[in-house]
């Protein structure tokens, strides 16, 4: 079974500054990926960035980015130069699974970011 | 553009009700998923599907039945709903094999009454 644990239910940051949002799995498999996703008040999921586990280097999008320290089983989203809009909850996620079958996600509890002015 | 819709977007519903939920994607992908987000905002995979394999995850009441009539489409059907059934509803879509980024619709928000 996967597990994905997200320690920190919330967290505040300041507007311009870096943040890091921790995120542990937990698989058997060597074969997996790990996604981050934020949910804005809104409603909707929103795909930030992926890592997979052969994957040397860590995975950036703009101002994500992805630690990813596969012998601590751990894939922490930094974001850089904190936003207002950045403020929502974060939801880590990993996916196993052979090439070709359907990855289904398994999601972590979320961190609530709050940027403050 | 949208990529994966889901329609309604709101469904307000008696307990004992039969209701579907309706998911499109035009991304070319040909495997789908349904999960649960709860009132704690956790997620739950419900179904993945694609024309080769549905995988149910075992949680799931047999009152919870995707159906797709073609690639683009994977609807969620609810047989005599409960008030437990109240959540957010989303449906994704990716592609299969590589790097699986799912998608996902912009959620349906279901309210047993």
């Known amino acids: 079974a996967q597990k994905i644990t997200q320690t920190q239910p919330g967290m505040f940051v300041q507007e311009k500054e870096a943040v890091t949002l921790d995120c542990t799995y937990d698989t058997s498999d060597q074969s997996y990926g790990l996604f981050w996703y934020k949910q804005p008040s809104s409603g909707e999921m929103i795909f930030l960035i992926y890592?997979?586990?052969?994957?040397?280097q860590n995975a950036t999008e703009g101002r994500y980015s992805l630690n990813f320290q596969k012998a601590r089983k751990s894939a922490n989203l930094v974001i850089s130069a904190s936003q207002l809009g950045d403020s929502a909850m974060y939801f880590c996620?990993?996916?196993?699974?052979?090439?070709?079958?359907?990855?289904?996600?398994?999601f972590g509890s979320g961190t609530q970011l709050t940027v403050l002015p | 553009d949208t990529a994966v819709s889901q329609t309604p977007k709101y469904l307000v519903t008696q307990m004992g009700n039969d209701k579907s939920i309706k998911c499109e994607q035009n991304l070319g992908h040909d495997t789908m998923y349904w999960y649960k987000q709860d009132s704690k905002k956790f997620l739950k995979i419900m179904f993945s599907?694609?024309?080769?394999?549905?995988?149910i995850n075992e949680t799931v009441p047999n009152r919870f039945s995707p159906k797709s009539p073609d690639k683009a489409h994977l609807n969620l059907h609810i047989n005599s709903l409960e008030l437990g059934d109240s959540a957010v509803y989303f449906c994704a879509s990716s592609r299969q094999g590589g790097r699986e980024t799912q998608y996902f619709g912009p959620g349906t928000r279901l309210l047993v009454l």
């Open positions: 996620a990993m996916s196993v699974g052979h090439s070709g079958s359907a990855r289904q996600l398994t």
């Open positions: 599907y694609n024309n080769k394999e549905l995988i």
């Open positions: 890592q997979g586990s052969y994957d040397e």
